[in-house]
């Protein structure tokens, strides 16, 4: 992160600008909207900043800028044309600390001005560092259409409410969630519409039972067990979105990508309970005792998993813990590792040239393969696909041959599926552990087994950046008054 994300309040606050133009004016009309003291120093002004100094809204020194203009300023904007006169003022403004943008100059810049939607008391900023201001634009237009006109109005009905609800209901938690229910329910929904106004007497009555609701029904403790994905945060549903931002306690493993973490929200807890081969790790059991714990605290718990919590997950043993203490519990499932990974890699799992059947087979210590049905993987005309299964590739391929899988059947590993660091190898069995070593490939990782990997090279479309650029295609490029994801 750049730039650190401020709000700084400005109403009645002394704030210069330098310049006297148009740009000069969109900023102006910005800091009045703010409630600034504006004094611009400009030797002219264009007629519509003549306007509001005939009107009183702003204070004009026709004269070149002079240090001592800074003097008791708060904040400093440097918007001429000339950008020796832009680089003194903001080389004054740091010299008394004051804080100094310079219009289209991010390097003379100590802070920047971002796109702004405006839904007072709401207002919501884009930034992009500085680095595409055009970007910002586009991004604040698609914003603008996605956010209800009335939201303003609903956030300053809430405010007025804050120290009603904060008299009622003393317990945080229980405070939070009459807050999820309002922001969720009717009567947000009926004020948003123009359906209901914030002052009438019936959301009066409605708030009252609401809060009536919240003080005497006890908290109960919750547990969402969800599926993460293999790690790109775009392949989360929305569902698992929700339960992550409700959340006042996320549990994540080692598989959890640190952009889907990101999405939790802000001030929740975080606890890393992730198992790996050889490291000491939190047990199952501790796990299992942890979410019972939370839970009973009145706690709403995210159990964040890798993939998809019911394959290969243990997610059955953990909700076997909350079901036998009697809490309640939801499951979201995610894009397990074998879909995810196989079709970032441009390898259909399933085809109907080369396999009518898929076996998914957990690789990951030598009591789960010993117990493995290889007869079953080894047949011919199907796909398998071995989870944490790189620690014992040799172990695997080994088992594979002495089944009667020939040298050349065509396999892949996949490193880091779905992410920005996705590699895949590629090559018959045979050769597979050797060109696996030589490409120093890392945990986590897939093993795919099947003639379906041949289709990789041919199929192929994912990396990073084209991922990134498609995305963003699909947000410029989305209907107005929608917003993809």
Known sequence: ???????????????L?????????????????????????????????????????????????????????????????????????ATHAERLNIPVN????????????????????????????????VLTRRLREKLET??????????????????????????????????????????????????????????????????????????????????????????LTLRALRALQNADVVLYDRLVSAEVLDLARRDAE???????????HVSQEGINDLLVKLAQQGKRVCRLKG????????????????????????????????????????????????AQALTFVTGHCKGETSNVDWDLVARPNQTAVFYMGLNHLDSIVANLRAHGVPAERAAAVIEQGTSAQQRVVTAPIAELAARVE??????????IVGEVTRLHETLRWFNGARSGNNELFNLLSAPEGRLTA
């Open 17 to 89: 600008v330098v310049g006297g133009g148009e740009v000069a004016a969109r900023k102006i009309d910005l800091l009045l909207r703010a409630g600034a003291q504006v004094t611009v120093v400009a030797p002219e002004l264009i007629s519509s900043l003549a306007e509001r100094v005939a009107r009183g809204e702003i204070e004009y020194l026709d004269v070149e800028f002079h240090p001592d203009h800074l003097i008791g300023k708060r904040l400093a904007i440097a918007a001429t044309s000339k950008r020796a006169v832009n680089a003194w003022v």
């Open 438 to 447: 030589e490409a120093g490939i890392e945990s986590p990782a897939l093993l």
């Open 270 to 280: 975080r606890i890393y309970v992730g198992k790996a081969a050889g490291n000491a």
């Open 1 to 15: 992160m750049d730039y650190f994300p401020i709000f700084i309040r400005l109403a009645e606050q002394p704030v």
């Open 146 to 235: 996605f956010l209800p006109q009335r939201l303003g109005i609903l956030a300053k009905l809430a405010g007025k409410l804050r120290p009603v609800v904060k008299s009622k209901v003393e317990d945080a938690g229980v405070r939070r969630r009459f807050w999820e229910k309002f922001f969720d329910g009717t009567i947000a929904a009926d004020v948003l519409a123009g359906r209901e106004q914030p002052e009438s007497e019936s959301i009066e009555r409605r708030i009252n039972e609401l809060t009536k609701v919240a003080t005497t029904d006890q908290a109960k403790g919750e547990v969402a067990l969800v599926g993460a994905g293999p790690g790109d945060p775009g392949l």
């Open 102 to 133: 310079v219009v289209d100059d991010r390097e003379l810049s100590r802070f920047i001005v971002p796109a702004i939607v405006d839904r007072n008391p709401v207002i919501v900023a884009v930034g992009s560092s500085g680095d595409a201001p």
């Open 307 to 354: 993939g998809d919590p019911f394959i290969f997950g243990r997610g059955g043993e953990e909700l076997e813990a909350l079901a036998a203490e009697g809490i309640r519990f939801e499951v979201v499932p995610g894009v397990t590792a074998a879909a995810g990974c196989a079709a970032y890699s441009g390898i259909p799992l399933t085809h109907r040239n080369y």
